[in-house]
C-alpha cells in the first residue's frame, strides 16, 4: 500500500473541497467520525467509502478519493445521517455537493442516478410535472437497463400508479422559468 | 468466657449475589462464644448500626463481629458506633466478605464456604480482643509547603488565610513552578502570567507566609502534629535583607549560561532572576558559573551593588523548625524522550522540540518575543506537526498512564500557532482525544474549526530530508500509511514524578505507586490524605493534573490542614507497638525496620534472674508509631507486639482456619 504524502495537497485540492463545503453548508472540521451516519445508512452496502470515510477524505484534503468515490451517487439522499449525527452535520447535503463537485469534474462514477436526475428534471422542465411512465421509458433507453420493471408495469397501470396521460400544470413556462434559473446556477442542493 | 456477636452485611446484592448470607449466619451460630447472630440488608446505615446496639444492649455482648466490607471502608463507623455503647471501639473485628471474597468470586457455594471461613478467623481473633485506648497529642499550628508552584502556592494562601503560619519551600530561585513558564491556559486562553504571577505576588507579600527559595527539605523527624524539619536555605550571595532588587547586578555580569527557565531557547547571567516577575523579586548567584566564586577574579556585581548587598562567602544555612503538618506540593517534570525515542531522533533534530519550547516559544516574554521561530534557522514554520502521548500509554518506552493534560495543551498549541501563522498547516497525530473537563471538548473542536488536521495514529518515525521533518504515521481511520512534511514537530511529553519525589516520599513515610507517584490515602474517599499522618498531597505529584484540578487539590489539602490545627489536641492511635522489656535483647533490628523512626534503644536498669543489670531495650514512642507491624515480624526474641494484631490473635486466625 503507498504512503499517502498529506502536506503535498495541492492548493486547488483544497480550494475545490472549501466549496463543496460551502455548497453543502457544512463545516468538515465539525465532524469528529463517530461514524453513526455510517452505521444507519441504507445504502452503504452499496458504498466503496462510507459517508464517513467521505467526510474524513475530505477533511484530509484527499479531494480526489471522494470525487471518484461511487457513495455520493449511491446515496439515497434519505437524510437518515443528517438526522441522526450529534454534530449536526448535514451529509446528505454533503453528498449532493460532492455529486456536483465531481459533475464538475467530468466524473460520473456511477451513471444511472445522472441518468435518472437529468431525465426528472427535463421532465419538470417541459411539463411542470413529473410523468412516472416517460421517466421509466427513459431512463430505461438511456440507461440500457432495457427490461427493468416492465413486468411491473401492467399491475401499476392497473392500479393508477402510471399513466400514460400527460398531467401538466397551467403555466408551464414558469415553472421552466424557475429550472433554468436552478440550472443557470449550477443547481443547487437540498 | 467471651460473648460474642455476630452480624452478617448482604450489602444490597454486593455481598448478597454470592454469598448465602442466611447460611453464614447458621454457621456463625454454631462457632464458639458466639452468643447471637444475626444479619442485616445494609450493616452500616443507621437502622443496620441501631440493630448492633440493641443487640448488644439485649444480649449482653462484650465484642461484636461484623461481616461486610473492608475494614478501610467501614471499621471507623463502627468503632465510632461503639462510642455509643457500653463496649469499648476496639472490642470489634471485621470479617472482609465483600472486597476478599464476593467481589472476588463467582460460585456462590465457594463463595459460601470462603465467608464463612473468614468469619471463622474473625471471631476466634475477637475472643481475644482487649480494650485499647488512645492517648493525646498537642499540635504545632505551622504548616510546610513543599515546592512553590501553583499547588503548593494554593495551599499555603488558604492555609495562611485561615490565621495560620505557614513555610513554602522552593528548590529554585522563585516561586512559580511549571505554570509560570507557561504561555496561556486552556480553556479560556487566560495568559499564565496574569492569574500565575499575582499568586505568586500574594504568597511573597502574605503576612502568615515564610518563603524559603531555592531551599530543600534535609530531613523530617517526629509525627503528625510535630514534625521536626531539617531545611537547608541554599547560599544566594546575595544578603535579600539589603537586596532592594534593583537588578544593577545583573546588567554587567559577563558570565553567559544557558537559561533552564527558558528551556535552553536564551541565555541568563550568572547572577540572575530566572524571569522578571520572580519572587522572591531578587537575584541570585548561580556559584557553577560565576566568575569570583570560581576564579577569584571579576567581581563585576559587587561593584555596581548600591546597598553593599553581594557577598561572595555567603554559606548554606541550615534551620531545625517543627510544624503540625506537611503539605506536599512537588509537582512533576516532563519524561526525558530523547532517552527513549531514537525514532523521533533521540534530540538531534533542534526543530523537534517538547511541548514546554513551544510555551516558551509563542510567550510574549519568551526568547522570541512569542514570534513562532523554528530554533534552527529562526524562520517561521509553514508547517508544524504535534504528536501527543510521547511517553503517555507506551508501556515499552514510557509509562502505561494517560497524561491527562496533553490532549488539551496539544489542542492549545494547535489552535496557538494557527492563530499566529494563519496560512500555515498543522497536524496533529493523536491516539485517542480526551477532553474531560468543563468547556474543554468544546476548545478542541474549535480548534479543529481553526483547521488543524487531526490524524489518528502514532508516528513510528521523525527523520530530516532537505530541511524539512518528515513524520511517519498511520491514519488509523483512513486504514492506510501517511506522511507529512513540516518544518517543526513539537512532542507532547507524558508527565512524570518530580525527581525528588523518591527522597522526600520515604522521608515522609508516604508510599509510592507503580509508576512512582505519590499515593493518596484512598483513592477515592481520601484523596489528598497520605498513609502517614498529617502529610498531604497537592497538585501533580499524585499524578498528572492539570491546572483547575492541581488548584481543586491543593485548597482541599489545606482544608485538611485547617481541620488538624482547629483541634489543640490530637487523639492518638491505639493500634501501636509495645515492647516487652524482659523479652528485648536490645539489637536493634526494631530500630533499623521502623519507618516512622517510632522505635529507640535506651538504657535501662532491670532486675533479671535476682540481679541488677544494665542494658539496652527497645522503646516506642506511642506518638511515632503508625501500628505497621513491621517492628513486631522484625523482632527475632518475639518481645514485640502490635495492639490489636496480636502474635497471639493472629495464631487464633490460623488455629480457626486450619482447624475444620
Known sequence: MSRIDLSRTGETDLDAIARISREAAVRLADCYQCGTCSAGCPMSHEMDLTPRQLIHALQLGLLHRALEARSPWVCALCQVCSVRCPQEVRIADLMLAVRHAAKRAGLRPVREPDVFDDIFVNNIRSRGRNNEALLAGFFNLKSGHLTQDVRNAPRMAARGMISPRFNQVRDRAAVRNLVDKVLRKGGGTV | ?660
Open chain 2, 1 to 660: 468466657m467471651s460473648r460474642i456477636g455476630v452480624f452478617v452485611c448482604h450489602c444490597g446484592s454486593n455481598i448478597a449475589a454470592t454469598v448465602d448470607v442466611p447460611a453464614v449466619v447458621e454457621a456463625a451460630r454454631q462457632l464458639p462464644h458466639v452468643v447471637f447472630a444475626e444479619d442485616n440488608k445494609y450493616t452500616c446505615s443507621d437502622p443496620g448500626q441501631q440493630a448492633i446496639k440493641d443487640a448488644i444492649a439485649t444480649h449482653d455482648l462484650d465484642r461484636i463481629v461484623i461481616a461486610s466490607c473492608s475494614p478501610r471502608m467501614h471499621e471507623l463507623t463502627f468503632r465510632k458506633m461503639l462510642k455509643d455503647t457500653e463496649l469499648n471501639p476496639y472490642m470489634l473485628e471485621i470479617a472482609n466478605i465483600r472486597e476478599q471474597c464476593s467481589w472476588v468470586h463467582k460460585d456462590k457455594a465457594a463463595g459460601t464456604a470462603k465467608a464463612i471461613e473468614l468469619l471463622k478467623m474473625a471471631t476466634a481473633k475477637a475472643d481475644r480482643d482487649a480494650p485499647l485506648f488512645t492517648t493525646t497529642i498537642p499540635v504545632t499550628k505551622r504548616a510546610l509547603v513543599i515546592g512553590g508552584g501553583i499547588a503548593g502556592m494554593q495551599a499555603a494562601l488558604d492555609i495562611a488565610d485561615a490565621g495560620y503560619q505557614v513555610t513554602i519551600v522552593e528548590k529554585e530561585p522563585s516561586l512559580g513552578g511549571k505554570m509560570v513558564m507557561l504561555d496561556k491556559t486552556f480553556p479560556t486562553m487566560d495568559c499564565s502570567a496574569c492569574i500565575c504571577t499575582p499568586k505568586m505576588s500574594e504568597v511573597g507579600a502574605h503576612p502568615n507566609i515564610t518563603v524559603k527559595s531555592l531551599s530543600e527539605v534535609e530531613q523530617v523527624t517526629g509525627y503528625v502534629g510535630n514534625f521536626e524539619v531539617t531545611l537547608r536555605e541554599k547560599a544566594k550571595y546575595i544578603d535579600y535583607e539589603l537586596c532592594t532588587g534593583c537588578g544593577a547586578c545583573e546588567t554587567k555580569c559577563p558570565a553567559k549560561v544557558t537559561s533552564a527557565f527558558e528551556q535552553g531557547l536564551a541565555q541568563r547571567r550568572a547572577v540572575y532572576r530566572p524571569f522578571a516577575q520572580a519572587v522572591p523579586p531578587k537575584p541570585t548567584i548561580d556559584p557553577t558559573n560565576c566568575r569570583k566564586i570560581t576564579q577569584g577574579k571579576c567581581g563585576l556585581c559587587e561593584k555596581l551593588c548600591p546597598t553593599g548587598a553581594i557577598h561572595y562567602d555567603d554559606v548554606d544555612r541550615v534551620t531545625r523548625e517543627t510544624y503540625g503538618a506537611i503539605v506536599l506540593a512537588i509537582g512533576y517534570q516532563l519524561i526525558d524522550w530523547a532517552a527513549f525515542y531514537g525514532e523521533y531522533g533521540a534530540g538531534h533534530y533542534p526543530d523537534v522540540i517538547t511541548g514546554l519550547h513551544f510555551e516558551r516559544l509563542v510567550n510574549a516574554s519568551g526568547p522570541t518575543e512569542g514570534h513562532i521561530l523554528r530554533p534552527s534557522d529562526a524562520r517561521e514554520p509553514k508547517s508544524v506537526a504535534i504528536i501527543k502521548c510521547v511517553g503517555s500509554r507506551d508501556v515499552a518506552k514510557g509509562r502505561s498512564y494517560c497524561s491527562r493534560a496533553c490532549c488539551m495543551y496539544g489542542a492549545k498549541h494547535a489552535h496557538q500557532y494557527l492563530d499566529k501563522v494563519p496560512d500555515g498547516r498543522c497536524f496533529v497525530f493523536y491516539m485517542d482525544v480526551r477532553t474531560p473537563g468543563k468547556g474543554y471538548d468544546e476548545f478542541y473542536m474549535n480548534t479543529r474549526r481553526d483547521g488543524a488536521t487531526y490524524l489518528r495514529g502514532r508516528v513510528s518515525k521523525i527523520y530530516e530530508e532537505n530541511g524539512k521533518l518528515i513524520c511517519l504515521g498511520e491514519d488509523t481511520l483512513l486504514g492506510e500509511p501517511v506522511r507529512v512534511e513540516v518544518d517543526l514537530v513539537v512532542l507532547e511529553t507524558a508527565m512524570v514524578p518530580a525527581p525528588d519525589a523518591e527522597r522526600l516520599g520515604s522521608m515522609l513515610g508516604v508510599t509510592r505507586d507503580k509508576d512512582l507517584w505519590l499515593t493518596e490515602a484512598h483513592p477515592k474517599l481520601r484523596p489528598v490524605e497520605t498513609n502517614s499522618a498529617g502529610v498531604f498531597l497537592a497538585g501533580a505529584c499524585q499524578g498528572p493534573k492539570d491546572i483547575p484540578d492541581s488548584v481543586a487539590q491543593a485548597s482541599a489539602s489545606a482544608a485538611k490542614v485547617c481541620i488538624l490545627f482547629a483541634r489543640d489536641e490530637l487523639e492518638s492511635n491505639a493500634m501501636i507497638a509495645v515492647s516487652d522489656s524482659a523479652l528485648c535483647n536490645g539489637c536493634g533490628a526494631c530500630v533499623a525496620i521502623c519507618p516512622y523512626q517510632a522505635l529507640t534503644l535506651e538504657e535501662v536498669s532491670l532486675r533479671e534472674n535476682s540481679q541488677w543489670s544494665t542494658r539496652m531495650i527497645s522503646k516506642v514512642n506511642p506518638g511515632l508509631c503508625q501500628g505497621c507491624g513491621a517492628c513486631a515480624v522484625a523482632c527475632r526474641p518475639g518481645a514485640l507486639d502490635l495492639r490489636g494484631f496480636t502474635d497471639e490473635q493472629i495464631v487464633r486466625e490460623v488455629e480457626a482456619l486450619c482447624q475444620w
